[in-house]
C-alpha cells in the first residue's frame, strides 16, 4: 500500500466515524440512516453524466451491494438503539475485517502478507477489547448490542467484498461508485417511507441539512475506500479503514459523553500497533 493510498484511507475513516456519531444522536436512526443514503445518491447524482454506465458484468455486483446495504443500515440502527456507540461501533466495524480477510482468501485468493495480516489481527483484537471492556466490566455486557453487532459485521464484509470486485470491474472505481450510491439512495428512501410513511418526510423537513452533510461523509468515505481497494488488497483496506474506531472513540468520550477507561486505552494502542503494521506491510 503505497503512503497515498494510507493517507486517504485513514481520512475516509475520520469522515466515517464522524457520520456515524451524527447518527448515533438522531432520535430516528432508521429513519436518519435512510436520509443519509439518499443523501449519498444526491451527492453522487452529478457525478453520473460523467461517468460510463456500468456494463453487464458490473450490474449484478451494484444489486449485490445495494441488497446486502439494507440488512446493514437495519441491524446498525438496532445496535446503536440497544447501547453506546463505543461498544456499537467498533464490534461491528472491528470484526468485519477478519471477515473480509477470510472471504478474500476464499474468494478471491487474496492472501495479506504475514506484516498485514498480524496488523489485521492486532487491529481486530484491538476492537474487540474496545468493545467488551471498553464500557466496563464484562457483567456489564449487553447482549442485544453483540448481537446486533456481529451481525452488522456480516453484512459489512459482505458488501466490502461486493464493492471492492465490482469497483475492479467496472470503467473507474468513481464510476462504480456514483452508480452504486444512487442505486442504494433510491432503495434506502423506498424502504423508509415504507416502514416509516409519512414520518420520512417529517425527518426529511427537519434534518435535510443533517442528511446532506452525512450522505456526503458517507459518500466522500467509501468512494475513496473503493478507489483504495483498486489499488491494493481487499483486506487490508478494509482494516485500515477501521481505524474510524478510534476516531469514534475519540468522538464518544469528548463529544457524547460517554467513559474513557484504561481498557479503551489499551485497545487503542493494539488498534495503532495494528495500523503501523498495516502500513510496514
Not at 481497494?229 to 482494516?239: E, G, K
Request: aromatic share 12%; proline share 4%.
Amino acid at each position: 500500500m503505497t503512503p497515498f493510498v494510507f493517507a486517504v484511507v485513514l481520512a475516509a475513516a475520520i469522515m466515517h466515524a464522524t457520520w456515524n456519531a451524527l447518527i448515533k444522536v438522531r432520535a430516528d436512526r432508521f429513519a436518519s440512516i435512510s436520509l443519509t443514503t439518499f443523501g449519498m445518491a444526491c451527492t453522487a447524482l452529478p457525478v453520473i453524466p460523467f461517468v460510463a454506465f456500468p456494463s453487464a458484468a458490473v450490474w449484478p455486483w451494484i444489486i449485490t451491494s445495494t441488497v446486502i446495504h439494507v440488512g446493514y443500515r437495519l441491524f446498525l440502527t438496532r445496535a446503536y438503539e440497544a447501547g453506546d456507540l463505543a461498544q456499537a461501533y467498533p464490534l461491528a466495524r472491528g470484526t468485519a475485517p477478519l471477515i473480509t480477510t477470510i472471504g478474500g482468501i476464499v474468494l478471491l485468493s487474496e492472501l495479506p502478507g504475514a506484516v498485514a495480516l498480524a496488523g489485521i489481527v492486532l487491529l481486530s483484537l484491538g476492537t474487540f477489547l474496545m468493545s467488551l471492556r471498553g464500557g466496563g466490566p464484562l457483567a456489564r455486557l449487553n447482549g442485544a448490542v453483540v448481537g446486533y453487532a456481529l451481525t452488522t459485521s456480516l453484512f459489512i464484509a459482505g458488501y466490502t467484498l461486493s464493492d471492492g470486485v465490482g469497483a475492479r470491474l467496472a470503467d473507474t472505481a468513481l464510476s462504480y461508485a456514483a452508480w452504486m450510491f444512487f442505486c442504494d439512495g433510491v432503495s434506502a428512501m423506498a424502504i423508509g417511507f415504507f416502514y416509516r410513511g409519512r414520518r420520512m418526510l417529517t425527518v426529511l423537513a427537519a434534518e435535510w441539512k443533517v442528511g446532506a452533510l452525512t450522505g456526503f461523509l458517507s459518500a466522500a468515505a467509501y468512494g475513496i475506500v473503493m478507489w483504495a481497494m483498486t489499488q491494493a488488497p481487499i483486506a487490508s483496506v478494509a482494516s485500515l479503514r477501521e481505524t474510524s474506531i478510534l476516531f469514534a472513540m475519540a468522538i464518544s468520550v469528548f463529544a457524547l459523553g460517554e467513559k474513557m477507561t484504561a481498557w479503551r486505552s489499551a485497545a487503542a494502542l493494539s488498534i495503532l500497533a495494528g495500523v503501523i503494521a498495516l502500513r510496514l506491510g
